[in-house]
T-cell receptor, first 114, second 114 residues
Framework: AQSVTQLGSHVSVSEGALVLLRCNYS??????LFWYVQYPNQGLQLLLK??????LVKGINGFEAEFKKSETSFHLTKPSAHMSDAAEYFC????????????FGKGITLSVRP | DTAVSQTPKYLVTQMGNDKSIKCEQN?????MYWYKQDSKKFLKIMFS???????INETVPNRFSPKSPDKAHLNLHINSLELGDSAVYFC?????????????FGSGTQLSVL
């Protein structure tokens, strides 16, 4: 069975600082990996996804993530945080790529300090 | 023009009552989903319909009954509401359940059972 682990529940950074949100996966087959973002009082939106092409994936709003098979990781980064990045971030995995098999992590809250 | 709209946004009710949440998507997608997000932000799939046919039915009490009158609508009916049903319920849609094209989420229905 596939799963993702997002360590910690809350990350706080200063505006302009590097954002690093960690995600480790467990999958018996090469996984498809996703990052979704949930802004306050809204539904989730796709930030980016890894589908076995390039290991460095660029997404919307300046975010990117790197797939590292040796570390079973898919960490999300952004060079410079903006106040508008404050939200809940979810890592998700699908062993086949199908939405029907998508499993979400527990999410992590990003706060951005002025 | 909201892509995935669900109503009501807030629902406060007493234990034992029956309630419904409605969802509509105007994206022409074939697949719709219901997710439950608990108080710890953990997101779990409940049901999925593809072209009005049930394709995912996770371990959910049979007090929860989804209904899809057409592929643009997926409603969720809950009988005999319990305290533990309090959560945010998200409707989502995607072009297909078998591919990894992104999910489009509604803004959620916050259900509070008193």
């Amino acid at each position: 069975a596939q799963s993702v682990t997002q360590l910690g529940s809350h990350v706080s950074v200063s505006e302009g600082a590097l954002v690093l949100l960690r995600c480790n996966y467990s999958s018996s087959v090469p996984p498809y990996l996703f990052w979704y973002v949930q802004y306050p009082n809204q539904g989730l939106q796709l930030l980016l996804k890894y589908t076995s092409a390039a290991t460095l994936v660029k997404g919307i709003n300046g975010f990117e993530a790197e797939f590292k098979k040796s570390e079973t990781s898919f960490h999300l980064t952004k060079p410079s945080a903006h106040m508008s990045d404050a939200a809940e971030y979810f890592c998700a995995v699908s062993p086949t790529g199908a939405n029907s098999k998508l499993t979400f992590g527990k999410g992590i809250t990003l706060s951005v300090r002025p | 023009d909201t892509a995935v709209s669900q109503t009501p946004k807030y629902l406060v009710t007493q234990m034992g009552n029956d309630k419904s949440i409605k969802c509509e998507q105007n994206l022409g997608h074939d697949t719709m989903y219901w997710y439950k997000q608990d108080s710890k932000k953990f997101l779990k799939i409940m049901f999925s319909y593809n072209n009005k046919e049930l394709i995912i039915n996770e371990t959910v009490p049979n007090r929860f009954s989804p209904k899809s009158p057409d592929k643009a609508h997926l409603n969720l009916h809950i009988n005999s509401l319990e305290l533990g049903d309090s959560a945010v319920y998200f409707c989502a849609s995607s072009p297909s359940y078998a591919t990894n094209e992104k999910l489009f989420f509604g803004s959620g229905t916050q259900l509070s059972v008193l």
